[in-house]
């Protein structure tokens, strides 16, 4: 089955400042990578994803991209604000059937960004 | 998340009861799923409901574990003879376009 890693699993950074949380995958079979954000007792909130026909993704504040040759992707966050602070996951799907398969998940980063 | 919610947002049980959680999505998703999310931990699959498709069983952990979905849409997930172990947050989510959302969760707590 896929193994997803992601790191580091605590990042601190300064208002203003950028933070990137980096994922990588085993199956080569994986074609979508989405990222959540979970704030305390809510469940994970989609912030955005990727498929695999693309290699960057930018909405906003934050973009995502991929290496399917290296099978890593990364999240990216410029301009933290507090309210940013999470814990975020990275996950991968193969497709299953006619729609999404299960996701994988990495381990969590907990980010803090100190005003 | 918009589009499941989840029911109770909280139980508390005695180790050896059985307890019923409850995921009620929104129409026209094509797929749902139960995670466990253990304190401080990721996210672990459970069982996963695609059309009229058999389910996808081989994240529960043992067979106290069992789940089904009625009519194509509300599900329960439903936990026989509660350990401590089984402690964690459930969570349901859904297909959606081909991108998958969240409920917020039930808090279980086995004394």
């Known amino acids: 089955g896929e193994n997803v890693e992601q790191h580091p699993s605590t990042l601190s950074v300064q208002e203003g400042d950028s933070a990137v949380i980096k994922c990588t995958y085993s199956?080569?079979?994986?074609?979508?990578f989405p990222w959540y954000k979970q704030e305390l007792g809510k469940g994970p909130q989609l912030i955005i994803d990727?498929?695999?026909?693309?290699g960057e993704k930018k909405d906003q504040r934050i973009a995502v991209t991929l290496n399917k040759t290296a099978k890593h992707f990364s999240l990216h966050i410029t301009e933290t604000q507090p309210e940013d602070s999470a814990v975020y996951f990275c996950a991968a799907s193969r497709p299953g059937g006619s729609t999404l398969g299960r996701l994988y998940f990495g381990r969590g980063t907990q980010l803090t960004v100190w005003p | 998340g918009a589009g499941v919610s989840q029911s109770p947002s909280n139980k508390v049980t005695e180790k050896g009861k059985d307890v019923e959680l409850r995921c009620d999505p929104i129409?026209?998703?094509?797929?749902l799923y139960w995670y466990r999310q253990s304190l401080g931990q990721g996210l672990e699959f459970l069982i996963y409901?695609?059309?009229?498709?058999?389910?996808?069983k081989s994240g529960l952990p043992s067979d106290r574990f069992s789940a089904e979905r009625t009519g194509g849409s509300v599900s329960t997930l439903t936990i026989q003879r509660t350990q401590q172990e089984d402690s964690a947050v459930y969570l349901c989510a859904i297909t959606s376009y081909n991108e998958q959302f969240f409920g917020p969760g039930t808090r279980l707590t086995v004394l």
């Open positions: 990727i498929r695999s026909n693309v």
């Open positions: 129409s026209g998703h094509t797929a």
């Open positions: 409901f695609q059309g009229n498709s058999a389910p996808d």
């Open positions: 199956d080569s079979a994986s074609n979508y």
